[in-house]
C-alpha cells in the first residue's frame, strides 16, 4: 500500500512539475515585457535597452540608437494605450517563451505584438524580437 501511494504521488509531482515550469517561465517572461512597455512609455532608454538580449543589443549598441528605432519601427508598444497578454507558447524545454501582447495604441489603432523572449544564462528572460501585425483578433502564435 505504501510502495502503490508513493508511485501515485511521484506520477503526480511529474505531471504537474513540468506545468508549474511552464507557467514560469512564461510569468517571469510577461514581467520582461510588462518592465520594458512601461520603461518605454516614460522614455527610460537605459531601463527599456536592459530587457533587449545581447542579439539586439549588439544591434543597437547604443540605449539611444535602440529606443530611436523602437519609436519609428514599434510606435504601438513605444505609446501604448493599453496592453493584455494573449496567449503564450513555449519552445524546447523554454528556452523561448512565444508571447502575445494585444495592444492598443494611443491613435486608436489595435495590433497584436508577439515577443520572441530568451532565455540567458543567468536564467533571465530577455527581449530577442518583437512582430507587430495591425489587427483586433488573436490570430494565434
Request: one cysteine or more; charged letters at 20%; aromatic letters at 8%.
Amino acid at each position: 500500500m505504501l510502495v502503490r501511494s508513493l508511485v501515485y504521488i511521484l506520477c503526480l509531482v511529474s505531471i504537474i512539475a513540468p506545468a508549474a515550469k511552464a507557467q514560469d517561465a512564461v510569468t517571469e517572461a510577461q514581467v520582461v515585457i510588462a518592465n520594458q512597455i512601461k520603461a518605454l512609455t516614460h522614455d527610460d532608454a537605459e531601463a527599456a535597452y536592459s530587457f533587449a538580449s545581447p542579439a539586439i543589443q549588439s544591434l543597437y549598441p547604443d540605449k539611444g540608437v535602440f529606443l530611436t528605432m523602437v519609436q519609428k519601427e514599434y510606435e504601438p508598444v513605444y505609446r501604448a494605450s493599453t496592453y493584455a497578454f494573449g496567449r503564450s507558447k513555449l519552445i524546447g524545454g523554454g528556452e523561448v517563451v512565444l508571447q502575445e501582447v494585444l495592444v492598443s495604441s494611443k491613435k486608436g489603432a489595435d495590433w497584436t505584438a508577439i515577443y520572441e523572449m530568451r532565455l540567458m544564462d543567468d536564467g533571465s528572460y530577455k527581449v530577442n524580437g518583437v512582430r507587430m501585425v495591425r489587427n483586433t483578433a488573436s490570430q494565434g502564435i
